[in-house]
């Protein structure tokens, strides 16, 4: 387990009791099951205690978090017959957008999700999540197919925002960024996305203009991150902690604000703590909305879609 700053103490106790059990396991006489489980109690009750008052900043870091499950983890758990599909048809395969046809609980979809990537090799090989032009035309690629099937459209995004480098703005990263938002509210089937990290900027959005938007309960979701909105703000990256609360970023404000649907809860610790829990979790939200969204014809799914998004940010006079 690699622990976040805020949770040294946490370490502290739980490397305590490693230690204990590690005794215990070449010295068979030595009885220290009462000191074990003190400490146990103690790490459980100082965790439960840090994740009950988290600050929006330390929600950024749990939603950054290394060894939080992925969209390859979600998809491998909650879909059968995954069979991926790969490439833009126009320039190249980007390893940060995954996707493809799959059964979820019985039912066909599309599935496409962003990857971070789970140790240094994949992160290389997926560009930390961030996506390049053909990553979103891949995607627009997979949204009309599965809109000329009928097939509802799951997303999963985790991403610090798309890839802001040469090549990708040569090839017209800001257009396929507008064009997936755009196919997004064009397609006639339904949309369910799930953010299960991160939620950086239109990178993010290109995926998650859907009809159903539902956060893990310490994901973030944001038109940029805190490090990038401290830097233009107060021309210093140190004020991050600021930006974060300023930006309403946490899947709590987001939901007060309407841009969400559902805040889905994780273990105690965060989703990194038990990923079975979490994805479960992500699963059962998933279902909810594509079951309320089943019986609604093509033109009621745009309809709704549409609706959702001019809803957002209107001042509701009493």
């Known amino acids: 387990m690699q622990y976040l700053d805020f949770e040294k103490g946490v370490a502290e106790l739980e490397g305590k009791a490693r230690e204990l059990r590690a005794l215990a396991r070449d010295d068979a006489q030595m009885d220290i099951s009462e000191e074990v489980e003190r400490l146990e109690g103690k790490s459980s009750a100082l965790l439960q205690d840090l994740y009950g008052k988290l600050t929006p900043w330390q929600k950024c870091q749990i939603a950054r978090h290394p060894e939080r499950p992925h969209a ?26 995954i996707g493809g046809l799959a059964r979820f609980r019985n039912e066909p979809v599309m599935v496409i999700g962003q990857e971070k990537g789970a140790d ?8 930390f999540g961030m996506a390049r032009p053909e990553g979103y035309r891949k995607a627009i690629r997979l949204m009309d197919m599965a809109d000329r099937f009928n097939l509802p459209v799951v997303t999963f995004v985790d991403t610090p925002g798309a890839y802001p480098g040469k090549g990708a703005e040569e090839r017209g990263q800001s257009e396929a960024i507008a064009r997936a938002t755009e196919k997004c509210l064009e397609i006639g089937v339904p949309i369910v ?3 299960i990290g991160e939620g950086g900027s239109g990178g993010a959005v290109a995926l998650a203009t859907a009809n159903r938007l539902a956060m893990l309960e310490h994901s973030v979701y944001s038109v940029i991150s805190p490090e990038g909105c401290a830097s233009i703000l107060w021309k210093s990256a140190d004020r991050a902690q600021d930006a974060a609360a300023a930006l309403r970023l946490t899947a709590q404000d987001l939901k007060q604000l309407e841009v969400i649907e559902e805040v889905v809860p994780e273990p105690v610790g965060g989703a990194q703590r038990d990923p079975k829990a979490a994805i479960t979790a992500v699963g059962d939200a998933v279902a909810r909305h594509l079951a309320e969204l089943r019986a609604m014809s093509r033109d009621e799914v745009r309809k709704d879609r549409r609706e959702k998004f001019l809803q957002i940010g209107r001042v509701r006079l009493s």
């Open 72 to 97: 390859q983890d979600y998809i491998g758990a909650l879909f059968d017959d995954m069979t991926p599909l790969a490439g833009d048809r126009g320039f190249s395969e980007d390893h940060a957008v």
């Open 120 to 127: 240094t090799q994949s992160r290389l090989h997926r560009n």
């Open 193 to 195: 996305t799930a953010i």
